[in-house]
């Protein structure tokens, strides 16, 4: 996969500037009270940097409009593609959301469509493969806006139709916009406070990580991070910063 550059050059007009990106999941995105955590990160690391931040659809099933409530108003015998553009709802909707949330809090934001974020796929809708990355809407959302929020686990084919990166992907957008944008490090909010041995809200007393490797990452075959992002991390040297959004605790660092 290459990183497109337009007229020649990698648009990184500034590239001083310093830039994070920072994904949250279903469950930190869930309601409105759970977003006010989200917001108090964003606002944190807004300090630091400008940030792109990649959600996922809101909560789980039986929310409105998370990605198998979505699914479950569509039907098997639909094509694929008509159920990844039923499901990308999900991500643009999150995305929509929290852009607004953060203007009203006077936080200089703005979203993008899915092929202004830039991630190119082949036609394989619902574990598609990206082909090119092209960072220029990005780049250009940025140089106007603090923060840039961007739906995950979505990408577009040449077509310009939607398609799906596998179920729980938007881990896997937050490394590929990492790439795409020149970074090293991907920081992941979850609602469990880093990687532990074991399901810490099946082991209450499970201990946490520090440190992991990709590859002891990927051997706990734990769901916090999707393997796609594990492998694309570490075959483009990108450390994951797994933490908890809804607490101060240090979580965990995932890295070579
Ligand atoms: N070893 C583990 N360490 C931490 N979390 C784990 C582990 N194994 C399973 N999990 C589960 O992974 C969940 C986080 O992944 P996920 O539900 O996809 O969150 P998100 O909504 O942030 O994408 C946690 O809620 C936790 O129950
Ligand atoms: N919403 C998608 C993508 C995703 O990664 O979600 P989450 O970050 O909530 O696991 C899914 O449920 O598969």
Request: aromatic content about 8%.
């Amino acid at each position: 996969m290459e990183v497109k550059e337009k007229n020649g050059r990698f648009m990184r007009t500034d590239a001083s500037m310093p830039l994070q990106v920072l994904k949250f999941g279903g469950t930190s995105m869930r309601t409105r009270t759970t977003r006010k955590a989200v917001i108090a990160h964003i606002k944190t690391q807004r300090e630091k940097a400008k940030l792109v931040v990649v959600v996922s659809a809101m909560g789980r099933f039986r929310d409105p409009y998370a990605t198998d409530t979505l699914l479950s108003l569509g039907s098997l015998k639909m094509r694929k593609k008509e159920q990844a553009s039923l499901v990308s709802i999900g991500e643009q909707l999150s995305a929509l959301t929290l852009c607004a949330e953060l203007l009203e809090e006077g936080i200089s934001a703005c979203t993008l469509s899915f092929l202004e974020a830039g991630i190119i796929s082949d036609q394989h809708y619902d574990y598609a493969q990206v082909k090119y990355m092209d960072p220029s809407g990005i780049l250009k959302a940025l140089e106007q806006f603090d923060v840039v929020v961007v739906g995950g686990f979505i990408a577009i084919d040449e077509e310009m139709e939607v398609t799906t990166l596998g179920r729980g992907g938007s881990d896997y957008s937050a490394v590929l916009f990492a790439d795409m944008l020149g970074l090293k490090e991907a920081i992941i909010y979850t609602d469990v406070n880093g990687v532990y041995v074991e399901d810490p809200k099946q082991q209450k007393n499970a201990r946490k990580y520090e440190y992991l490797s990709y590859g002891s990452m990927l051997a706990l075959h734990s769901r916090v991070l999707h393997d796609r992002c594990v492998v694309y991390a570490r075959d483009h040297h990108i450390r994951i910063y797994v933490k908890g959004t809804f607490s101060k605790e240090e979580g965990t660092w995932i890295g070579s």
